[in-house]
Each structure stands twice: as structure tokens, then as C-alpha cells.
């Protein structure tokens, strides 16, 4: 009986998800874009200026996770922060046996790189490792990429959670109580929808100038009201079907039945219509950063590269290399919409008695 | 009948309103109206009729999954009509429900032990080494492995998971069950194995059951009485084998006549109604089946009927003041 504690997945969700693996170029996309979500949580080790190890008079220390440390920490004459690159090239040059790792690409997204005599852009070289070339600042391309890629992603789900928290409750409310409480919400919807969403959201931006958090907050305002459509309708249908009279005759609470009977059944148009979203929001991130209306300056951000990228088309790096990651993600995203629409489809799982 | 009656139904009326349009007009449709019956300890009461004529209403209009129009519920003895949701929910562990389609009525996203644990998890009764325990003892008892436990509902077949259903309803050992055609669903022999269920588990358990179903052979092997719907009334509420034997309101005869009989020499006088349900949005005046009656007269069209005691008794109901006249 051990077995009640954890029961197997639904068998008709197995059968979901071997159709979805089955769909080879969607399985691809969400292994690869997972591997690459899991891969920029660690953006700090693989694209950075401080160093990953560092070994100097006979101790290891790890300066990625570790407080800034000086110049002078490592005997030279400057109280800022330590410029990991030249420190290396100081070791090999004294050879006292003190050495130290740097991640493959040894920018983060905010340094100015001045060093070449002309002024940036840079194009792309292996030998200063600048593996996209610089933007007309001198930043590393591909350290921006990497870091606006992180806040894209994190943006994209955090709003999509947020949207979806908000628009499932109140969707399915509305479907639930019906009656007046739906009529009202609906035209309160109705209006809201109304509004005109970029202006409002460029407004508030450049009055308020809001940090990340915020910034989520401003789009989520916006945001949820697409899901409570769906949801008020499923809702509405699901309401009907005896298993929820079953359970109203057990004495369940309203909160029970809506998310512990109704929301489980709901689950699959929520899971079919989460990549969309994440498609929408990077779409909305990006389009918003290139107005300049989005994240604030100096944030690392594929909108803001793209608006780069238009005003230097001779620096055809900028502009081809944003472009290109853009494109990937999103179809990659959209090939996992795809799949799993293709293998949550009802039509291939009910039998219509 | 026991002193007290365990259920005991006053004048119940139900309606819903159909179309809410803001301009338009709204339509009431009368789905119960005027019921009244009572319900001994450890009795069977079957509710026939056709389609649409209320009773599936009136079964759930008993557990206040509707609210009804008017009239009383008593349930031992309490007032339960107006009760609070939360108030309610204390009669819900005495009052349970057995539905039509299991498929239906089980959530499919639940495994069993999800859908047998929640009386128990709703009514905050017991750890989770005791609830598993209690699933498990609920199972055996409606003739299931235990191992079923961890199954999904579409797992089974149609009469195993009607057991479930009614598994969940006993789970909180109720003293009234009701029934709502819950074998229709089933195949011929299942709804035998299925009923004799119902059958052992009344005879342990002391259940009061009320069974509503279309199907007349049915209810008249489970039910004590049996009470005769059309269009929201109550026409004929007498014990189930003087119903069958001397059926007294015209519609019952008609319905009686009705049940096919497995021997084909044996010729059949069958009344055949003329016309259909009238729209219980607009029921007939005077007496509801007064359209399709053979014996209709004048008067008919007129004068409403209210059940009324058929003898000294008060064993045998009918809606009908001409019976004595056409009986004769």
C-alpha cells in the first residue's frame, strides 16, 4: 500500500510525454534550451572578468562568489578591484608558481574594453577573446548576450508565473461563482483589455524608471488578462461535470474544488499555452529595450544590442549575432509550443462516448 | 414506519429559471413541485418516471446540491433546508450520493485513493496511516483489490467504478444513501452485481436508501416503496408489490403495462399514451397528466390533484380524485 503514498503518474500523462519525446525536433529544443537555461544560472563561472581559481602564495580562493578583492591583496599598487586578465599574465610573467583559471570568455557584460588603438567597435577576435567582437562601447558581445539571455529568460517565466497565477485564480473564479460576480469581472475585463498596453507600459517606464522586479510587475498588470479567458471558459465547462456535484456532496470547500478537482483537469491548456507565452514575453522584453523604454541602462539586454545593431549596420557582428540568438531561441521555444500542443492534444487521448 | 422518521420531505418545490437575459422575459421551469414524503430507518424508497420529470432534481435538491424553491427538508428531526454551507457540512457526513456515470462523477485526474481519501480529508478525520487503512478496508468491502488504490479511474471497467462511487459514498458511513440511476449506466448483468452490492452493504450497514431510477424491474427488486413521478409531482406512492400488482393512478397503470415480460405466450393488454411530456415550462392546468389520460374528464383540466391517502391506512397514495370511478 506503500505505493498510495506515491502514485505513478497518470498513465495518460506518461502516454503525453512519450508522444512528446517522440516529436524529435521539439524534445531537441527543450533539451537544448533546458541545458542552456541551467547553463546561464552559472553564466558567473563561464563569462566573467574575475577569475574562477585563483592560487597565490600557497592559497586557493574562489573570487567569483567571494568579496571584491584589491590590487593590493596581490601586491600591487591599486585599491579597486583587481584586473584579473593582467594579473594572469603577471603570474605567467614572475613564475613564482602562482597561477589562476579565467572562464572562457573573461568579460562581464558591463567593462568598457579601450584597449585596442582604434575606438569600437571591435570585430570578433579569437586572439583578444572577444569571440563576437565588441559593441560601440567595447563590451563583449557575447558576455551581453549571455547575461540578456539570463534576464530574458528569467523575465519571460517570472512574468508568465505571475500572469498565469493571477489569471488562473480569477479565470476560474469567474467560471466558478458565475452569477454577477462573473458579469462585473468580465466587463471590468473588457475595459481593462482596453487599454492601450505598450503606451501605458513606455509611460510608466520612463516616469518611474523601475528596476527588475518592477519592471515585472508593470508587464504583469498588463499581462494576465489573456488567461482568464481561457480559464473562465474551462472553468465553466469543467463546473458542470459530475465530479464536482460528487465532491460539493463530500462537503468540499470552494477553494477544494476549484484547485484541488477542476484546476488539475484545466492543467493541460495551461501547460499548451505556457511556451507561447515565454515566446510573448522575450518578444515584449526585447521590443521594449530597443524603444529604450525597457530595463534600465547599463542592464544587459538583446533589445538594446538590436538598437545597436541598427544604428552601426557596418559592425554587422552586433546585429548578426543578436539577430541570430533571437531567432534560435525563439523558434526553439516555439518548436517546444508545438510539441507539446501536438502531444497534449485531446483529440488523441478522449474517447467521446 | 418507525416513530421518527429518519428523512421526512414537505411540500418541496424547485425551479429553475431558464434564459437570463436582461430584457427577455424570464422562463421558469417547474422541475419538483409539491413532494412530500417520509422516510422510515433501514427503508427503501424508489423514485420512477421519465426523463426529464424531476428526478434527478428531487435527489438533489434532498442533499441541497439545489437550493429548493419552498418546502422543508427534515433530516432526524432537524430543519435542514436553510442550513449554512458550513453547517450543512455536518449533515453531509449522514447524507451521501451515488451517481449516474462513474466516469463522469470520478475525477479522472484523482487515483482512487485520492477520490476514496477525500471524505476524510474534507472532514479532517484521521492520520494518513489510518486513512490508507480505511481505503483499504472501503475497497474489500465493494468487492475490489486493494491494489486498485493507486490505479486512475479509466483503469477499471464500467461496474468497478460505479463500486468506487459508491465506495466514496459510504466512506463516511452515511444513514441515507441516494442513488441517482446508479446502475443505468451499467450492463445487464453488472447492475445485478452492482445492486446486490447496494443490497449487502443496507443489510450491514443499516442504510436508508432512496433509488431513483427509470427503470421500473430495477427499482421494484430493491425498493420497500416506490413513488411515481410526472412532470415534478409525486402521481402514486405505494409498497413496491401492491404497486406493481394494483396499480391505481391511470399513469402508473400505463407505466406498469409498460415493463416487458420475458414469456411470449403471454398476451399483454398494454395501455399506449397518446402524445408527449408536456414542456414542464408550461405544465398543463388542473391535473398535470390530463392531456395524454385515458380517463381524463372535464374536471381534469380544472381542478389541481394532490396526493391523497388511497385507504384508512395511509400506506397507498395517488394524485388522482377520480380513482375510485376508474377503478370501477
Known amino acids: 500500500m506503500a505505493r498510495s503514498f506515491f502514485p505513478q503518474m497518470n498513465p495518460v500523462t506518461v502516454k503525453k510525454l512519450r508522444r512528446f519525446r517522440s516529436i524529435k525536433r521539439a524534445f531537441y529544443s527543450a533539451l537544448i534550451l533546458f541545458f542552456l537555461v541551467i547553463l546561464s544560472l552559472f553564466a558567473e563561472l563561464l563569462v566573467n572578468s574575475r577569475a574562477v581559481v585563483v592560487w597565490y602564495d600557497g592559497a586557493l580562493s574562489f573570487p567569483t562568489y567571494s568579496a571584491v578583492r584589491t590590487g593590493a591583496d596581490f601586491g600591487l599598487d591599486y585599491q579597486y578591484e583587481v584586473n584579473y586578465?593582467?594579473?594572469?599574465?603577471?603570474?605567467?610573467?614572475?613564475?613564482?608558481?602562482?597561477?589562476?583559471?579565467?572562464?572562457?570568455?573573461?568579460?562581464?557584460?558591463?567593462?568598457?574594453?579601450?584597449?585596442?588603438?582604434?575606438?569600437?567597435?571591435?570585430?570578433?577576435?579569437?586572439?583578444?577573446?572577444?569571440?563576437l567582437g565588441t559593441d560601440v562601447s567595447g563590451r563583449d558581445i557575447l558576455a551581453r548576450l549571455v547575461y540578456g539571455f539570463r534576464i530574458a529568460i528569467g523575465f519571460a517565466f517570472m512574468t508568465m508565473f505571475l500572469c498565469f497565477l493571477i489569471g488562473v485564480s480569477f479565470g476560474s473564479m469567474m467560471g466558478y461563482y458565475g452569477g454577477r460576480f462573473d458579469i462585473i469581472s468580465q466587463r471590468f475585463i473588457e475595459i481593462w483589455s482596453m487599454v492601450p498596453t505598450l503606451y501605458v507600459i513606455m509611460i510608466m517606464v520612463s516616469v518611474i524608471r523601475p528596476n527588475f522586479m518592477l519592471f515585472v510587475g508593470i508587464n504583469v498588470l498588463f499581462g494576465w488578462i489573456g488567461m482568464t479567458w481561457y480559464m473562465r471558459t474551462m472553468t465553466y465547462r469543467e463546473k458542470s461535470r459530475e465530479y464536482v456535484l460528487a465532491a460539493q456532496a463530500q462537503g468540499a470547500s470552494t477553494f477544494r474544488i476549484i484547485f484541488h478537482h477542476i484546476l488539475p483537469n484545466t492543467m493541460v491548456m495551461i501547460v499548451t499555452l505556457a511556451p507561447f507565452a515565454i515566446v510573448g514575453n522575450i518578444t515584449q522584453l526585447t521590443a521594449l529595450d530597443f524603444l529604450g523604454l525597457g530595463l534600465m541602462p547599463p542592464t544587459p539586454s538583446w533589445g538594446e544590442l538590436l538598437q545597436q545593431g541598427k544604428s552601426n549596420m557596418e559592425a554587422y557582428w552586433i546585429l548578426g549575432s543578436v539577430v541570430s540568438a533571437i531567432v534560435l531561441v525563439l523558434t526553439m521555444v516555439t518548436f517546444i509550443g508545438e510539441g507539446i500542443r501536438e502531444a497534449f492534444d485531446p483529440r488523441q487521448h478522449t474517447r467521446y462516448i | 414506519?418507525?416513530?421518527?422518521?429518519?428523512?421526512?420531505?414537505?411540500?418541496?418545490?424547485?425551479?429553475?429559471?431558464?434564459?437570463?437575459?436582461?430584457?427577455?422575459?424570464?422562463?421558469?421551469?417547474?422541475?419538483?413541485?409539491?413532494?412530500?414524503?417520509?422516510?422510515?430507518?433501514?427503508?427503501?424508497?424508489?423514485?420512477?418516471?421519465?426523463?426529464?420529470?424531476?428526478?434527478?432534481?428531487?435527489?438533489?435538491?434532498?442533499?441541497?446540491?439545489?437550493?429548493?424553491?419552498?418546502?422543508?427538508?427534515?433530516?432526524?428531526?432537524?430543519?435542514?433546508?436553510?442550513?449554512?454551507?458550513?453547517?450543512?457540512?455536518?449533515?453531509?457526513?449522514?447524507?451521501?450520493?451515488?451517481?449516474?456515470?462513474?466516469?463522469?462523477?470520478?475525477?479522472?485526474?484523482?487515483?482512487?485513493?485520492?477520490?476514496?481519501?477525500?471524505?476524510?480529508?474534507?472532514?479532517?478525520?484521521?492520520?494518513?496511516?489510518?486513512?490508507?487503512?480505511?481505503?483499504?478496508?472501503?475497497?474489500?468491502?465493494?468487492?475490489?483489490?486493494?491494489?486498485?488504490?493507486?490505479?486512475?479511474?479509466?483503469?477499471?471497467?464500467?461496474?468497478?467504478?460505479?463500486?468506487?462511487?459508491?465506495?466514496?459514498?459510504?466512506?463516511?458511513?452515511?444513514?441515507?444513501?441516494?442513488?441517482?440511476?446508479?446502475?443505468?449506466?451499467?450492463?445487464?448483468?453488472?447492475?445485478?452485481?452492482?445492486?446486490?452490492?447496494?443490497?449487502?452493504?443496507?443489510?450491514?450497514?443499516?442504510?436508508?436508501?432512496?433509488?431513483?431510477?427509470?427503470?421500473?424491474?430495477?427499482?421494484?427488486?430493491?425498493?420497500?416503496?416506490?413513488?411515481?413521478?410526472?412532470?415534478?409531482r409525486f402521481v402514486e406512492l405505494a409498497p413496491a408489490e401492491e404497486l406493481y400488482h394494483s396499480p391505481q393512478h391511470p399513469y402508473t397503470k400505463a407505466l406498469i403495462s409498460a415493463i416487458p415480460v420475458a414469456d411470449p405466450k403471454r398476451k399483454m393488454k398494454r395501455i399506449v399514451l397518446q402524445g408527449d411530456v408536456p414542456s414542464p415550462m408550461h405544465p398543463p392546468s388542473g391535473c398535470p397528466f390530463h392531456p395524454r389520460c385515458p380517463y381524463a374528464a372535464e374536471s381534469c383540466k380544472v381542478t389541481a390533484q394532490h396526493l391523497a391517502a388511497l385507504d384508512s391506512d395511509a400506506i397507498r397514495f395517488a394524485a388522482c380524485d377520480r380513482i375510485k370511478l376508474i377503478n370501477n
Not at chain 2, 437570463?20 to 413541485?33: D, E, I
Not at chain 2, 493507486?150 to 459508491?166: C, D, K, N, T, V
Not at chain 2, 443499516?206 to 410526472?230: E, G, N, P
Open chain 2, 1 to 232: 414506519m418507525a416513530d421518527s422518521p429518519l428523512l421526512q420531505v414537505e411540500h418541496l418545490y424547485h425551479s429553475f429559471s431558464v434564459g437570463n437575459g436582461f430584457l427577455k422575459k424570464q422562463n421558469t421551469l417547474q422541475a419538483v413541485s409539491d413532494v412530500s414524503f417520509s422516510l422510515a430507518q433501514g427503508e427503501t424508497l424508489g423514485i420512477v418516471g421519465e426523463s426529464g420529470c424531476g428526478k434527478s432534481t428531487l435527489g438533489r435538491a434532498l442533499l441541497r446540491l439545489y437550493q429548493p424553491t419552498s418546502g422543508t427538508i427534515r433530516f432526524l428531526g432537524e430543519d435542514i433546508t436553510h442550513l449554512t454551507k458550513k453547517q450543512m457540512k455536518r449533515v453531509r457526513r449522514k447524507i451521501q450520493m451515488v451517481f449516474q456515470d462513474p466516469m463522469e462523477s470520478l475525477n479522472s485526474r484523482h487515483t482512487v485513493y485520492d477520490i476514496l481519501s477525500e471524505p476524510f480529508a474534507i472532514h479532517k478525520l484521521g492520520t494518513t496511516a489510518e486513512r490508507i487503512k480505511w481505503v483499504d478496508e472501503l475497497l474489500t468491502r465493494v468487492g475490489l483489490p486493494t491494489s486498485s488504490a493507486a490505479l486512475y479511474p479509466h483503469e477499471f471497467s464500467g461496474g468497478q467504478r460505479q463500486r468506487i462511487g459508491i465506495a466514496r459514498a459510504i466512506a463516511l458511513q452515511p444513514d441515507l444513501l441516494v442513488c441517482d440511476e446508479a446502475v443505468s449506466a451499467l450492463d445487464v448483468s453488472v447492475q445485478a452485481q452492482v445492486i446486490n452490492l447496494l443490497l449487502d452493504l443496507q443489510e450491514q450497514m443499516k442504510l436508508t436508501i432512496i433509488f431513483i431510477s427509470h427503470d421500473l424491474s430495477v427499482v421494484k427488486h430493491i425498493s420497500d416503496r416506490i413513488a411515481v413521478m410526472y412532470l415534478g
Open chain 1, 85 to 131: 586578465r593582467e594579473l594572469q599574465q603577471l603570474f605567467q610573467k614572475q613564475n613564482q608558481g602562482n597561477w589562476l583559471i579565467m572562464p572562457p570568455v573573461p568579460y562581464n557584460p558591463y567593462e568598457q574594453d579601450f584597449s585596442a588603438e582604434n575606438s569600437p567597435p571591435h570585430p570578433p577576435s579569437v586572439a583578444k577573446k572577444h569571440y
